[in-house]
């Protein structure tokens, strides 16, 4: 078999009398589903008990392992993991408006989950099922692409047994949702070397949710859309992802506006980009316009003052005020200005600060935003808080004031504020102390990623390894917009753990372990030499 063979082509074909390969069946009407139907059974003869265990053992034990902390963490903490944002997101759901602060795509889960007995039981039951899922989805792309089965489990396991990743699980945040979402855009595009139609309709249709469950998601679109121009897809099938993509975004842009007189997703990119600024932001050197003044973080008497430690230790970068603390603050700006509130006039007043501080500082800008992506990486293993997504024993919001206990009781008909449920949270807090991703191992997958990806630069999306160009990019644009765009949380980051680890798993698989032939597709012309048919490509 030739290096150049592919798993969406059939890699062994029956012979005929004369000893050479058929040619390709003509087309008929109900080929379609007939494949459809062809490809169901063979999916569900995978799934069979006896196919599990003899075929995926590793996988299988690793999966009913990881449902043990998942069932600990349901028992664990009630009604759920909670921070500010979670009141926002069952706010959203029940008043059925638009957030201006955060998209409400989200809004829209809990909304439908809403309408069920207690909802926030069920919403992080079907978040832990989500995690599952993206380790599922991981496994299976592997092995399509000929890994064997221990290297694919392996490449799954963060998903399944980090700690982290099941209290993100745990939370009301719409991050694993983000996660399973994009990973099935990935599985999508990933499986064929040229996409098919359907395939980018329906990567379209998920992107477009993706950009309004989270702030960075319109980031990710450009990346898969650059994938799509590698791929040559064909301008119909560009076009019908683009249209895909569009018409519910510009839908939901359209709907904002009628809510807030604005053209946008939310009130709130300007104002985040301005916290981002407060790392560096010299008023010296920019020079802000009278009306800009008030923006510049001196102006800010209530942020707390860093602990005094050793300007180049760690301690001294994470005891430093955060974008979040600049922008929250109780005499922020744009609490007490013309115009008090998350707005479109103050949105655009943030926004042409921070244009002039990243013109102005350009080098500075980078550098807090190196500096807060090596932190993602080197220091947030072992602080138990919410910007590391581990369980603590005390909940993120102390006290629930009455407008977040209003927001739970509306949607969730409680007013209950986070809490341990003993001795459950006790063998969940034991079990997280030693089981978790370190950030370290996480820094050197992506690396390692980085490496596949540059060899492989001749053959992006032609093999197993040229495949890792697309979840490779979506996982290092998952944890660099953030720095730029507003301030790295590591919650942020996860999304890009299991696209990282299966960017990885690609570059390792050969074209020689072919693909099982159940999962070959049954319709591909194959030479007689078992390479490849460029004309039978779709």
């Given at each position: 078999?030739?290096?150049?063979?592919?798993?969406?082509?059939?890699?062994?074909?029956?012979?005929?009398?004369?000893?050479?390969?058929?040619?390709?069946?003509?087309?008929?009407?109900?080929?379609?589903?007939?494949?459809?139907?062809?490809?169901?059974?063979?999916?569900?003869?995978?799934?069979?008990?006896?196919?599990?265990?003899?075929?995926?053992?590793?996988?299988?034990?690793?999966?009913?392992?990881?449902?043990?902390?998942?069932?600990?963490?349901?028992?664990?903490?009630?009604?759920?993991?909670?921070?500010?944002?979670?009141?926002?997101?069952?706010?959203?759901?029940?008043?059925?408006?638009?957030?201006?602060?955060?998209?409400?795509?989200?809004?829209?889960?809990?909304?439908?989950?809403?309408?069920?007995?207690?909802?926030?039981?069920?919403?992080?039951?079907?978040?832990?099922?989500?995690?599952?899922?993206?380790?599922?989805?991981?496994?299976?792309?592997?092995?399509?692409?000929?890994?064997?089965?221990?290297?694919?489990?392996?490449?799954?396991?963060?998903?399944?047994?980090?700690?982290?990743?099941?209290?993100?699980?745990?939370?009301?945040?719409?991050?694993?949702?983000?996660?399973?979402v994009l990973l099935i855009v990935v599985a999508l595009l990933a499986t064929r070397h040229v996409p098919r139609m359907w395939q980018c309709v329906s990567a379209g249709l998920l992107l477009a949710y993706v950009t309004v469950l989270r702030g960075n998601g319109l980031v990710l679109v450009v990346v898969v859309a650059v994938f799509l121009l590698i791929r040559r897809v064909g301008w119909r099938a560009f076009a019908a992802a683009a249209a895909a993509f569009a018409v519910p975004v510009l839908g939901y842009v359209l709907v904002f506006h009628s809510q807030y007189g604005q053209f946008n997703?939310?009130?709130?990119?300007?104002?985040?980009?301005?916290?981002?600024?407060?790392?560096?932001?010299?008023?010296?050197?920019?020079?802000?316009?009278?009306?800009?003044?008030?923006?510049?973080?001196?102006?800010?008497?209530?942020?707390?003052?860093?602990?005094?430690?050793?300007?180049?230790?760690?301690?001294?970068?994470?005891?430093?005020?955060?974008?979040?603390?600049?922008?929250?603050?109780?005499?922020?700006?744009?609490?007490?200005?013309?115009?008090?509130?998350?707005?479109?006039?103050?949105?655009?007043?943030?926004?042409?600060?921070?244009?002039?501080?990243?013109?102005?500082?350009?080098?500075?800008?980078?550098?807090?935003?190196?500096?807060?992506?090596?932190?993602?990486?080197?220091?947030?293993?072992?602080?138990?808080?919410?910007?590391?997504?581990?369980?603590?024993?005390?909940?993120?919001?102390?006290?629930?004031?009455?407008?977040?206990?209003?927001?739970?009781?509306?949607?969730?008909?409680?007013?209950?504020?986070?809490?341990?449920?003993?001795?459950?949270?006790?063998?969940?807090?034991?079990?997280?102390?030693?089981?978790?991703?370190?950030?370290?191992?996480?820094?050197?997958?992506?690396?390692?990623?980085?490496?596949?990806?540059?060899?492989?630069?001749?053959?992006?999306?032609?093999?197993?390894?040229?495949?890792?160009?697309?979840?490779?990019?979506?996982?290092?644009?998952?944890?660099?917009?953030?720095?730029?765009?507003?301030?790295?949380?590591?919650?942020?980051?996860?999304?890009?753990?299991?696209?990282?680890?299966?960017?990885?798993?690609?570059?390792?698989?050969?074209?020689?372990?072919?693909?099982?032939?159940?999962?070959?597709?049954?319709?591909?012309?194959?030479?007689?030499?078992?390479?490849?048919?460029?004309?039978?490509?779709?």
């Amino acid at each position: 078999m030739r290096g150049s063979s592919v798993p969406d082509l059939k890699l062994s074909a029956a012979r005929d009398s004369s000893g050479q390969p058929p040619r390709p069946a003509p087309a008929r009407a109900g080929r379609g589903s007939a494949d459809w139907r062809a490809a169901a059974r063979r999916a569900a003869a995978e799934l069979a008990p006896r196919s599990l265990w003899r075929r995926h053992r590793l996988f299988t034990i690793l999966v009913l392992i990881s449902l043990v902390p998942r069932i600990l963490a349901a028992l664990s903490f009630r009604p759920a993991l909670l921070t500010a944002d979670s009141f926002l997101y069952m706010q959203g759901a029940v008043q059925h408006n638009l957030g201006t602060i955060r998209p409400s795509g989200y809004s829209l889960f809990l909304a439908l989950v809403g309408v069920l007995p207690h909802p926030l039981l069920v919403v992080t039951t079907l978040q832990h099922l989500m995690g599952i899922g993206v380790a599922v989805i991981v496994y299976a792309l592997l092995r399509y692409w000929g890994l064997p089965g221990w290297g694919a489990a392996l490449a799954a396991a963060p998903v399944l047994l980090d700690t982290r990743e099941v209290a993100l699980e745990s939370y009301i945040l719409p991050d694993t949702l983000f996660c399973l979402v994009l990973l099935i855009v990935v599985a999508l595009l990933a499986t064929r070397h040229v996409p098919r139609m359907w395939q980018c309709v329906s990567a379209g249709l998920l992107l477009a949710y993706v950009t309004v469950l989270r702030g960075n998601g319109l980031v990710l679109v450009v990346v898969v859309a650059v994938f799509l121009l590698i791929r040559r897809v064909g301008w119909r099938a560009f076009a019908a992802a683009a249209a895909a993509f569009a018409v519910p975004v510009l839908g939901y842009v359209l709907v904002f506006h009628s809510q807030y007189g604005q053209f946008n997703l939310t009130s709130s990119d300007g104002l985040f980009l301005w916290s981002r600024t407060t790392s560096f932001a010299n008023c010296a050197v920019i020079k802000p316009a009278p009306d800009l003044a008030p923006l510049c973080p001196n102006k800010q008497t209530s942020i707390k003052t860093p602990n005094r430690a050793p300007a180049w230790s760690v301690s001294a970068l994470l005891n430093e005020p955060t974008p979040a603390d600049y922008l929250w603050a109780s005499d922020a700006w744009w609490r007490h200005d013309a115009h008090p509130g998350i707005n479109a006039a103050n949105n655009k007043l943030g926004l042409q600060f921070a244009l002039d501080a990243i013109k102005a500082q350009p080098l500075d800008y980078l550098k807090v935003s190196a500096r807060d992506i090596l932190l993602t990486f080197l220091a947030t293993d072992r602080p138990q808080s919410n910007t590391t997504m581990t369980f603590t024993t005390k909940p993120h919001i102390a006290v629930l004031p009455s407008y977040y206990a209003r927001d739970i009781q509306q949607y969730a008909g409680t007013t209950s504020n986070t809490h341990p449920v003993y001795p459950y949270a006790y063998f969940l807090l034991l079990y997280q102390q030693p089981v978790y991703f370190p950030g370290l191992l996480f820094l050197l997958v992506l690396l390692a990623g980085l490496v596949i990806v540059v060899r492989n630069w001749r053959r992006w999306g032609r093999t197993a390894a040229g495949m890792a160009v697309l979840p490779w990019a979506l996982a290092a644009v998952s944890v660099i917009t953030p720095a730029l765009l507003t301030q790295s949380l590591y919650r942020y980051a996860m999304v890009a753990i299991p696209l990282a680890c299966l960017a990885v798993g690609l570059g390792f698989a050969r074209p020689c372990q072919a693909v099982q032939p159940s999962l070959a597709q049954p319709d591909e012309p194959v030479r007689q030499d078992g390479a490849s048919d460029p004309a039978g490509l779709p």
